[in-house]
Protein backbone atom coordinates (compact mmCIF):
# COMPACT_ATOMS: atom_id res chain seq x y z
CA UNK A 1 0.00 0.00 0.00
CA UNK A 2 2.62 2.52 -0.72
CA UNK A 3 1.15 4.86 -2.89
CA UNK A 4 -0.55 6.33 -0.13
CA UNK A 5 1.08 9.22 1.40
CA UNK A 6 3.41 8.85 4.39
CA UNK A 7 1.52 9.50 7.61
CA UNK A 8 4.07 11.68 9.24
CA UNK A 9 1.64 12.56 12.57
CA UNK A 10 -1.00 10.72 13.74
CA UNK A 11 -2.47 12.40 16.56
CA UNK A 12 -4.37 10.60 19.43
CA UNK A 13 -7.35 12.13 20.96
CA UNK A 14 -10.08 10.53 23.50
CA UNK A 15 -13.48 9.60 21.95
CA UNK A 16 -15.15 11.12 24.95
CA UNK A 17 -13.70 14.62 24.51
CA UNK A 18 -15.69 15.55 21.10
CA UNK A 19 -14.17 18.75 20.95
CA UNK A 20 -10.86 17.77 21.05
CA UNK A 21 -11.14 15.71 18.07
CA UNK A 22 -12.49 18.61 16.56
CA UNK A 23 -9.72 20.85 17.58
CA UNK A 24 -7.12 17.36 16.50
CA UNK A 25 -8.71 17.39 13.00
CA UNK A 26 -7.79 21.14 12.53
CA UNK A 27 -4.00 20.74 13.99
CA UNK A 28 -3.08 18.98 10.92
CA UNK A 29 -2.13 15.96 11.53
CA UNK A 30 -2.06 13.50 8.65
CA UNK A 31 -4.19 11.29 10.37
CA UNK A 32 -6.48 11.82 13.53
CA UNK A 33 -6.99 8.77 15.56
CA UNK A 34 -9.81 8.66 18.41
CA UNK A 35 -9.04 6.71 21.22
CA UNK A 36 -11.93 4.20 22.36
CA UNK A 37 -9.18 2.17 24.55
CA UNK A 38 -7.12 2.96 27.29
CA UNK A 39 -8.03 7.38 27.26
CA UNK A 40 -11.54 6.14 28.23
CA UNK A 41 -12.69 5.48 31.02
CA UNK A 42 -14.02 2.23 31.95
CA UNK A 43 -17.48 3.39 32.65
CA UNK A 44 -17.92 5.78 29.71
CA UNK A 45 -16.70 3.44 27.20
CA UNK A 46 -20.46 2.53 26.20
CA UNK A 47 -21.29 5.83 25.95
CA UNK A 48 -18.53 6.89 24.09
CA UNK A 49 -19.25 5.50 20.98
CA UNK A 50 -21.94 6.53 18.93
CA UNK A 51 -20.31 10.32 20.09
CA UNK A 52 -16.73 8.72 18.30
CA UNK A 53 -19.39 7.60 15.24
CA UNK A 54 -20.66 11.46 14.87
CA UNK A 55 -17.06 12.79 15.14
CA UNK A 56 -16.25 10.67 12.06
CA UNK A 57 -19.20 11.63 10.00
CA UNK A 58 -18.92 15.11 10.82
CA UNK A 59 -15.09 15.10 8.78
CA UNK A 60 -15.83 13.95 5.51
CA UNK A 61 -12.19 13.59 4.05
CA UNK A 62 -10.19 13.51 6.66
CA UNK A 63 -8.10 10.64 7.79
CA UNK A 64 -9.33 9.72 10.40
CA UNK A 65 -9.07 6.63 12.63
CA UNK A 66 -10.50 4.86 15.76
CA UNK A 67 -8.52 3.02 18.37
CA UNK A 68 -11.19 -0.10 19.17
CA UNK A 69 -10.63 -2.21 22.34
CA UNK A 70 -8.47 -5.09 22.06
CA UNK A 71 -10.12 -8.40 21.10
CA UNK A 72 -8.98 -9.67 24.90
CA UNK A 73 -11.03 -7.18 26.08
CA UNK A 74 -14.77 -8.02 24.50
CA UNK A 75 -15.05 -4.89 23.78
CA UNK A 76 -13.74 -4.74 20.31
CA UNK A 77 -17.19 -5.86 18.22
CA UNK A 78 -19.02 -3.12 19.81
CA UNK A 79 -17.03 -0.72 18.98
CA UNK A 80 -16.66 -1.73 15.45
CA UNK A 81 -20.29 -2.12 15.22
CA UNK A 82 -20.38 1.97 16.28
CA UNK A 83 -17.59 3.36 14.15
CA UNK A 84 -17.49 1.38 11.28
CA UNK A 85 -19.28 3.75 8.56
CA UNK A 86 -18.78 5.96 5.68
CA UNK A 87 -15.36 7.95 6.54
CA UNK A 88 -14.08 6.05 9.01
CA UNK A 89 -10.68 5.31 7.37
CA UNK A 90 -9.16 3.00 9.77
CA UNK A 91 -8.95 1.09 13.06
CA UNK A 92 -5.88 0.60 15.14
CA UNK A 93 -5.94 -2.60 16.92
CA UNK A 94 -4.03 -2.53 19.96
CA UNK A 95 -2.53 -5.51 21.86
CA UNK A 96 -1.63 -7.42 19.03
CA UNK A 97 0.34 -10.45 20.16
CA UNK A 98 0.15 -12.79 16.61
CA UNK A 99 -1.01 -13.04 13.66
CA UNK A 100 -4.84 -14.12 14.79
CA UNK A 101 -6.84 -10.84 15.71
CA UNK A 102 -5.86 -9.78 12.61
CA UNK A 103 -8.05 -12.30 10.82
CA UNK A 104 -10.32 -11.88 13.67
CA UNK A 105 -11.24 -8.11 13.11
CA UNK A 106 -10.73 -9.08 8.41
CA UNK A 107 -14.35 -11.04 9.43
CA UNK A 108 -15.84 -8.46 11.37
CA UNK A 109 -14.89 -5.73 8.91
CA UNK A 110 -15.85 -7.72 6.64
CA UNK A 111 -19.21 -8.49 7.69
CA UNK A 112 -19.76 -5.02 8.49
CA UNK A 113 -18.61 -2.83 5.35
CA UNK A 114 -21.31 -5.70 3.29
CA UNK A 115 -23.89 -4.67 5.67
CA UNK A 116 -23.34 -0.81 5.59
CA UNK A 117 -22.85 -0.77 1.96
CA UNK A 118 -19.30 -0.08 1.83
CA UNK A 119 -16.54 -1.31 -0.53
CA UNK A 120 -14.57 -4.28 1.04
CA UNK A 121 -11.29 -3.32 2.35
CA UNK A 122 -12.34 0.31 3.29
CA UNK A 123 -11.51 0.00 6.06
CA UNK A 124 -7.29 0.01 7.50
CA UNK A 125 -5.94 -1.80 10.31
CA UNK A 126 -3.02 -0.39 11.94
CA UNK A 127 -2.24 -3.06 14.86
CA UNK A 128 -0.20 -1.47 18.09
CA UNK A 129 2.77 -3.87 18.69
CA UNK A 130 3.04 -3.41 22.64
CA UNK A 131 4.43 -6.68 24.56
CA UNK A 132 7.26 -9.17 24.02
CA UNK A 133 5.68 -11.39 22.21
CA UNK A 134 4.54 -9.00 20.10
CA UNK A 135 7.86 -8.13 19.14
CA UNK A 136 8.79 -11.65 18.96
CA UNK A 137 6.29 -11.52 16.08
CA UNK A 138 6.10 -8.50 14.61
CA UNK A 139 6.90 -10.09 11.22
CA UNK A 140 4.47 -12.47 11.05
CA UNK A 141 1.53 -9.56 12.17
CA UNK A 142 3.19 -7.14 9.29
CA UNK A 143 3.20 -10.13 6.64
CA UNK A 144 -0.16 -11.70 7.69
CA UNK A 145 -2.66 -11.41 4.30
CA UNK A 146 -5.78 -10.49 3.87
CA UNK A 147 -8.20 -10.35 1.48
CA UNK A 148 -8.74 -7.52 0.42
CA UNK A 149 -5.56 -6.41 1.86
CA UNK A 150 -5.84 -4.23 5.18
CA UNK A 151 -2.76 -3.74 7.12
CA UNK A 152 -1.06 -0.35 6.60
CA UNK A 153 1.47 -0.92 8.97
CA UNK A 154 2.49 -1.72 12.84
CA UNK A 155 2.51 1.26 15.34
CA UNK A 156 4.51 0.66 18.32
CA UNK A 157 3.27 1.78 22.05
CA UNK A 158 6.26 1.95 24.57
CA UNK A 159 3.87 2.53 27.74
CA UNK A 160 2.58 -1.07 27.21
CA UNK A 161 5.69 -2.66 26.12
CA UNK A 162 7.80 -1.30 28.90
CA UNK A 163 4.71 -2.37 31.55
CA UNK A 164 5.37 -6.12 30.06
CA UNK A 165 8.78 -6.07 29.78
CA UNK A 166 10.17 -3.99 33.24
CA UNK A 167 11.57 -1.72 31.47
CA UNK A 168 12.55 2.10 32.48
CA UNK A 169 11.42 4.51 29.56
CA UNK A 170 13.99 7.23 29.84
CA UNK A 171 14.19 10.94 28.21
CA UNK A 172 17.17 9.45 25.85
CA UNK A 173 15.34 6.19 24.63
CA UNK A 174 18.90 3.95 24.38
CA UNK A 175 16.46 1.40 26.12
CA UNK A 176 14.23 1.66 23.03
CA UNK A 177 16.20 0.68 19.80
CA UNK A 178 16.07 -2.54 20.36
CA UNK A 179 12.20 -2.99 19.73
CA UNK A 180 11.91 0.29 17.32
CA UNK A 181 14.68 -1.52 15.13
CA UNK A 182 12.39 -4.61 15.12
CA UNK A 183 9.52 -2.96 14.18
CA UNK A 184 11.21 -1.42 11.19
CA UNK A 185 12.73 -4.61 10.01
CA UNK A 186 9.50 -6.65 10.87
CA UNK A 187 7.35 -3.50 7.86
CA UNK A 188 9.75 -4.09 5.38
CA UNK A 189 10.80 -7.44 5.40
CA UNK A 190 7.06 -7.93 5.14
CA UNK A 191 6.51 -5.67 2.16
CA UNK A 192 4.92 -2.91 4.42
CA UNK A 193 5.31 1.28 4.67
CA UNK A 194 8.02 2.02 7.88
CA UNK A 195 5.85 1.45 11.47
CA UNK A 196 4.54 4.78 13.04
CA UNK A 197 6.79 5.35 16.54
CA UNK A 198 5.44 5.47 20.15
CA UNK A 199 3.88 8.29 21.83
CA UNK A 200 6.86 10.12 23.72
CA UNK A 201 5.20 10.32 27.21
CA UNK A 202 7.88 10.62 29.14
CA UNK A 203 8.22 14.67 30.07
CA UNK A 204 5.47 16.25 27.94
CA UNK A 205 7.25 20.03 28.52
CA UNK A 206 10.46 18.94 27.53
CA UNK A 207 10.00 19.64 24.17
CA UNK A 208 13.69 19.26 23.15
CA UNK A 209 13.18 15.66 24.43
CA UNK A 210 10.67 15.24 22.06
CA UNK A 211 12.00 16.53 19.20
CA UNK A 212 14.94 14.27 20.14
CA UNK A 213 13.12 11.18 20.18
CA UNK A 214 11.08 11.50 16.94
CA UNK A 215 14.43 12.10 15.49
CA UNK A 216 15.75 8.64 16.82
CA UNK A 217 12.60 7.24 15.21
CA UNK A 218 13.15 8.52 11.70
CA UNK A 219 16.44 8.01 11.37
CA UNK A 220 15.68 4.45 11.91
CA UNK A 221 13.06 4.78 9.18
CA UNK A 222 9.69 5.32 11.04
CA UNK A 223 7.53 6.84 8.48
CA UNK A 224 6.17 8.91 11.35
CA UNK A 225 4.72 9.18 15.17
CA UNK A 226 2.18 9.00 17.12
CA UNK A 227 1.25 12.42 19.16
CA UNK A 228 -0.27 13.05 22.19
CA UNK A 229 -0.51 16.36 21.69
CA UNK A 230 -1.30 19.55 18.97
CA UNK A 231 1.79 21.04 19.54
CA UNK A 232 3.37 18.08 18.21
CA UNK A 233 2.20 17.71 14.74
CA UNK A 234 3.98 20.75 13.05
CA UNK A 235 7.24 19.47 13.90
CA UNK A 236 6.46 15.80 12.87
CA UNK A 237 5.37 16.81 10.21
CA UNK A 238 8.11 18.52 8.97
CA UNK A 239 10.94 15.52 10.44
CA UNK A 240 8.91 13.14 8.63
CA UNK A 241 9.42 15.05 5.04
CA UNK A 242 12.09 15.56 2.90
CA UNK A 243 13.52 18.83 2.86
CA UNK A 244 13.18 21.01 -0.13
CA UNK A 245 17.02 21.01 0.14
CA UNK A 246 16.98 16.98 0.63
CA UNK A 247 14.73 16.71 -2.99
CA UNK A 248 16.78 19.04 -4.12
CA UNK A 249 19.92 17.68 -4.12
CA UNK A 250 18.37 13.53 -4.64
CA UNK A 251 17.46 15.48 -7.53
CA UNK A 252 20.99 16.45 -8.94
CA UNK A 253 21.99 12.81 -7.56
CA UNK A 254 19.73 11.40 -10.15
CA UNK A 255 20.60 13.62 -12.90
CA UNK A 256 23.97 12.72 -12.52
CA UNK A 257 23.60 9.04 -12.08
CA UNK A 258 21.73 8.77 -15.20
CA UNK A 259 24.44 10.36 -17.08
CA UNK A 260 27.32 8.82 -15.77
CA UNK A 261 25.76 5.61 -16.11
CA UNK A 262 25.07 6.28 -19.54
CA UNK A 263 29.00 6.94 -19.78
CA UNK A 264 29.74 3.85 -18.20
CA UNK A 265 30.24 4.62 -14.31
CA UNK A 266 28.02 3.40 -11.08
CA UNK A 267 30.00 4.58 -8.63
CA UNK A 268 31.33 8.46 -8.64
CA UNK A 269 30.51 11.49 -6.04
CA UNK A 270 28.32 14.41 -5.87
CA UNK A 271 28.96 16.99 -3.68
CA UNK A 272 31.43 14.94 -1.59
CA UNK A 273 28.53 12.31 -1.09
CA UNK A 274 29.39 8.17 -2.49
CA UNK A 275 26.74 7.77 -5.20
CA UNK A 276 25.96 3.87 -6.68
CA UNK A 277 22.99 2.06 -7.70
CA UNK A 278 21.66 2.01 -3.62
CA UNK A 279 22.28 5.52 -3.35
CA UNK A 280 20.45 6.75 -6.15
CA UNK A 281 17.48 4.37 -5.78
CA UNK A 282 17.23 5.81 -2.08
CA UNK A 283 17.38 9.39 -4.24
CA UNK A 284 14.55 8.79 -6.40
CA UNK A 285 12.67 7.49 -3.67
CA UNK A 286 13.37 10.78 -1.44
CA UNK A 287 12.25 12.67 -5.20
CA UNK A 288 9.06 10.77 -5.50
CA UNK A 289 8.03 11.32 -1.51
CA UNK A 290 8.82 15.21 -1.75
CA UNK A 291 6.60 15.45 -5.21
CA UNK A 292 4.18 12.98 -3.37
CA UNK A 293 3.71 15.40 -0.67
CA UNK A 294 4.20 18.94 -2.42
CA UNK A 295 1.18 17.66 -4.67
CA UNK A 296 -0.38 16.96 -1.59
CA UNK A 297 -0.09 20.81 -0.56
CA UNK A 298 0.66 19.89 2.74
CA UNK A 299 4.05 20.42 3.42
CA UNK A 300 6.00 23.37 1.71
C1 LIG B 1 0.22 2.84 23.65
O1 LIG B 1 -0.83 2.27 23.61
C2 LIG B 1 1.24 2.41 24.55
O2 LIG B 1 1.00 1.43 25.27
O3 LIG B 1 2.31 3.04 24.55
MG1 LIG C 1 -1.04 0.69 25.06
Redesign the pocket.
Known amino acids: MSHLLPIRSALFVPGNRPERVDKAVASGADAVIVDLE ?1 AVPSGLKEATRPVVRDRILAHPGRMILVRVNGLESGGAEADLEAVVCQGLFGIVL ?1 KVDDGAPIHEVQALLTRLEARRSLRPGTVKIIP ?1 I ?1 SAMAIENAYRIAAEKTEPERTLTLAF ?4 YALDVGMEITKTGEELWYPRSRLVVACRAAGVDGPLD ?2 FMVDLKDVQAFEADARRAKQLGFQGKLCIHPSQVAFCNRLFSPTEEEVAFARRVVEAFEAREAGGSAAFEVDGKFVDYAVVKRARRVVRMGEKILANNSRY
Open positions: DPLEGAADTP
